[in-house]
């Protein structure tokens, strides 16, 4: 087997499964270091409650469903207040998005139509599957999960929405001590790739960027000097959105499949 990784530092920016990635690196020639970026995510029910509440009260033309696990959590917000059946209810009465093939799912279970479903799971691909209905002077629900989404707000509001977010849950950053550190490491080259497994780990880190003014720095360091690493297309679509399309991404969405694309890649540039 190649290794592609020869001499190669990568950063690892997950906090799960990283003794597995680890291991591959490894056997790839490489050397992994760990800034986990993910933070945490936890579901916050108090703050839930009051736009569940406006969501069941005011007038609503869609509702734009972006996670199934954060439907669920609504789902058992209105259980516990004794809504569930009216929840379902307004649901029925509005046209309906999904993305992804979860939120589907829990949206067929509650006999709901769908009236737009993105085709790859992206933020893009809603939008692809919104495109050709009318917004104009709609009233517009979106549930996100833990960070906003000014990109579908963008599309939402230019076609005449007007738009409100859910977010059931509420996303806590990284250590800055961990953002600081794996920043200053991108920045001085000291490692070679940094490998991405969600979205949020990469707007984690722009974000810390942006809060001290690098992100220019950060922006040129990822297209000259480290290869970013998107582990699919969903954290792959977070980097575009931060201005970097140079980028390794496998046809497999899985961690493993990631270590190999960017293993190939580097084995590639020896070519």
């Known amino acids: 087997m190649a290794k592609g990784l020869s001499g190669r530092q990568v950063i690892l920016a997950a906090s799960r499964k990283t003794e597995e990635m680890e291991e591959l690196i490894r056997r790839q020639g490489g050397e992994p270091l760990n800034y986990p970026l993910q933070g945490t995510s936890f579901l916050n029910e108090e703050q839930l409650r009051a736009p569940m509440r406006a969501y069941l009260e005011q007038p609503v033309d869609w509702s734009i469903f972006m996670t199934g696990m954060g439907l669920n959590a609504m789902l058992d917000i209105a259980?516990?207040?004794?809504?569930?059946?009216?929840?379902?209810?307004?649901?029925?009465?509005?046209?309906?998005?999904?993305?992804?093939?979860?939120?589907?799912?829990?949206?067929k279970s509650l006999d709901c139509d769908i009236a737009a479903r993105d085709d790859d799971g992206t933020?893009?691909?809603?939008?692809?599957?919104?495109?050709?209905?009318?917004?104009r002077q709609k009233?517009?629900?979106?549930q996100l999960h833990g960070i906003e989404n000014p990109r579908l707000r963008q599309y939402l509001?230019?076609?005449?929405?007007?738009?409100?977010?859910?977010l059931p849950y509420q996303h806590?950053?990284?250590?800055?001590?961990?953002?600081?550190?794996?920043?200053e490491d991108i920045l001085n080259a000291g490692s070679d790739a940094i490998c991405f497994t969600t979205a949020i780990q990469?707007?984690?880190?722009?974000?810390?960027?942006?809060?001290?003014?690098?992100t220019?720095?950060?922006q040129e360091a990822l297209r000259q000097q480290v290869m970013p690493t998107a582990v699919g297309k969903v954290t792959a679509e977070a980097l575009r959105?931060?201005?970097?399309?140079?980028?390794?991404?496998?046809e497999n969405e899985r961690m493993g499949a990631m270590i190999v694309a960017l293993s190939k890649h580097f084995e590639q540039r020896k070519d």
């Open 123 to 135: 933020t893009e691909g809603m939008i692809r599957a919104l495109d050709g209905h009318d917004f």
């Open 79 to 107: 259980e516990e207040e004794g809504l569930r059946e009216e929840f379902i209810k307004k649901i029925q009465q509005t046209k309906v998005a999904a993305r992804g093939y979860k939120t589907a799912n829990v949206l």
């Open 172 to 183: 806590t950053p990284p250590e800055e001590s961990v953002a600081a550190a794996c920043l």
């Open 157 to 166: 509001e230019e076609h005449g929405a007007e738009v409100y977010d859910i």
């Open 241 to 250: 959105e931060r201005g970097i399309d140079d980028y390794v991404v496998p």
């Open 139 to 142: 009233q517009v629900m979106v």
């Open 216 to 218: 220019g720095e950060l």
């Open 202 to 214: 990469v707007h984690a880190l722009f974000q810390y960027a942006g809060q001290t003014e690098r």
